[in-house]
């Protein structure tokens, strides 16, 4: 809180952090794949052995999930790594009594419409929208912002008179 407005920074770390968790993670099953890639191969000697086709066709099916969840890591990564180009470095939003100031948009509280906190898509972070009376709607990701939603939503109603608050109920959606 700075004099009579309360300012919200961008926190990059835990983007950063998830980008990190997600490479370690797509590195990982890599190596697990290339495991069981030698193993099946090394497996293909002994196929004259009993039970070894039982082995060949559970190593098979193991390298089938390998590649998929490689595919699923590789998507998670990329969005991982696009959500932490979307976080901002310094003050996301300055909540006062006159309204709600940022970057890329200022409401008076009059002008405003609503704020809402929403499920974030694919993993994504939850989103917190400030939207005006006219439609025009600023959102910020709540995951990285260095203030907690409930701080939040009382800086909100506090500045407002009571006129404001954030709308949680889609976020048990």
């Not at 809180?1 to 770390?13: E, F, L, N, R």
């Not at 939003?93 to 948009?105: D, F, L, P, T, W």
């Not at 959102?139 to 709308?167: E, H, K, N």
Request: aromatic share 10%; proline share 5%.
């Amino acid at each position: 809180m700075t004099g009579s407005h309360v300012v919200i920074s961008y926190d990059p770390a835990p983007a950063a952090a998830k980008v990190a968790r997600w490479r370690w993670t797509l590195t990982w099953r890599v190596g697990y794949l290339l495991v069981m890639v030698v193993l099946r191969i090394v497996a293909e000697f002994f196929k004259t052995q009993p039970y070894v086709d039982l082995a060949i066709e559970c190593l098979t099916w193991t390298l089938v999930a390998s590649v998929v969840l490689i595919v699923y890591g590789l998507i998670r990564w990329w969005l991982a790594a696009r959500e932490a180009k979307r976080v901002g470095v310094g003050p996301a939003i300055a909540i006062g009594r006159e309204g709600i100031y940022s970057e890329k948009a200022t409401l008076a509280w009059p002008e405003l419409g609503g704020v809402t906190a929403t499920n974030g898509r694919l993993g994504g972070s939850p989103t917190l929208t400030f939207t005006g009376r006219e439609g025009a709607a600023v959102a910020f990701p709540m995951d990285y912002l260095d203030t907690l939603p409930a701080t939040i939503d009382s800086a909100v109603r506090t500045m407002s008179g009571g006129r404001a608050r954030i709308d949680f109920s889609r976020l048990d959606d």
